[in-house]
DNA sequence: AACACGATGACCGACCGCCGGTCAATCAAA
DNA sequence: TTTGATTGACCGGCGGTCGGTCATCGTGTT
């Protein structure tokens, strides 16, 4: 066959773009390496001339998700008007939208996808994490929250929430998920110091995640 | 061969004894049906007569090794002497112990075996949080607690701690875990709004895990 | 009471398609 | 000529299937 040389770093690019694809729709667990080169249409081996096994390159593929995500993320924080909570509020909002590329695809919700997932999950947290503890630290400036440990603060609220609410890391009922959303305002609002009612916009917005 | 027919529920309890041993030695994706089977001295297609696919077994496996483990930590609780936080501090202590079946396998830690690990938390997670929620709520009674969501409540707790301090969902590094096991004490006696120095004690208790 | 006889379903293991991964050969570009 | 990007036939082993075997046992017959 014609052999077609392109620059490394876009063929890299190419193969991550393909097995982002792929994996949204398809799940990781489903999605074959042979399903990744016939839809790029190369070589099984030129896949793993840049990724040296098929877990390297789920990595690459979330960090990607992920860090594609960031500046969108960013920029909403800076741009939205108002308190450190009206901020917040924007970011809870749209969280989940952006970390997962934009679509949230059926699959990820299945238990199959567990390794795409947890790593995805835990890579965003990672990078939100920070984003969130400067916006309460904004909080106890202004007075609104209290608290010691920003940071820790809201990779703790972030961790319980992700783990609590996420049906792709357990099946949870519809019950367990309806009590935990209901207790997550005055959770949250007892973690943070942060006035009765702060967070009584949660419930809403899990509701429209269904 | 010689066939041998058992008592089908024995022979599934085999199985699922087999499995559990080579899972948690091995770790589940690198366990294959054969080493089930040839461990055991069967057929493959016994296996596949009582679990429909590798992933139902590992099911059977979890949801083994979570229920084997719940009486002892049931027992340990209402033996305990002492306040609602004396008992809560012994269940914290023998928590991750029990839970895996006495032994943290070195494989456990690592993220090849994610499917079970996963898996595995969030079912002793599911059985293990209305343990906690009952001693919050005594702890309440005492007066050394306060929430108006005693099994939210330590659902929240559990699933944040674990989360953020299990290298086996992320590897963490020494200083995020050494961070958040610090910072611990403080955000958990906030949420339960419980004395200052009340879990003064839980950095130690993670400093013994390693 | 002893036996013969289906019916049941536990059990077997050869077999299948496919998967992740390898590598010697090839060829475009510098 | 050298380099390294690219190829694709090939491999061992995986999860899973399936036609068939045989131990067990309830039932009807003697």
């Not at 991550?16 to 099984?44: C, P, R, W």
């Not at 960090?63 to 924080?77: F, G, H, K, N």
Request: with cysteine; hydrophobic share 40%; aromatic share 8%.
């Amino acid at each position: 066959m014609t052999r077609i040389v392109k620059d490394p770093e876009k063929r890299r690019q190419e193969i991550v773009a393909a097995a982002k694809a792929l994996f949204q729709t398809k799940s990781y667990e489903h999605t074959s390496m042979n399903d990744v080169m016939q839809s790029l249409g190369i070589a099984k081996g030129t896949i793993y001339h840049y990724f040296k096994s098929k877990e390297e390159l789920l990595v690459a593929v979330t960090e990607s998700i992920v860090s594609d995500s960031l500046p969108a993320i960013q920029r909403l924080v800076t741009e939205t008007p108002g308190s450190a909570l009206d901020k917040l509020h924007a970011l809870i909002a749209s969280t989940h939208l952006t970390a997962e590329d934009g679509i949230i695809q059926e699959h990820l919700r299945q238990p199959a996808n567990q390794g795409m997932h947890t790593r995805l999950l835990a890579t965003a947290f990672r990078e939100q994490a920070p984003l969130y503890a400067e916006l309460i630290r904004l909080g106890c400036d202004e007075g609104l929250f209290h608290t010691e440990y920003p940071l820790e603060c809201a990779e703790f609220i972030l961790a319980a929430v992700q783990f609590l609410t996420d049906i792709a890391i357990y099946p949870w009922t519809a019950e367990d998920l309806g009590r935990r959303v209901q207790a997550f305002p005055t959770l949250v609002e007892t973690q943070l110091q942060a006035p009765p009612g702060s967070f009584a916009f949660l419930p809403d917005i899990f509701e429209n995640r269904r």
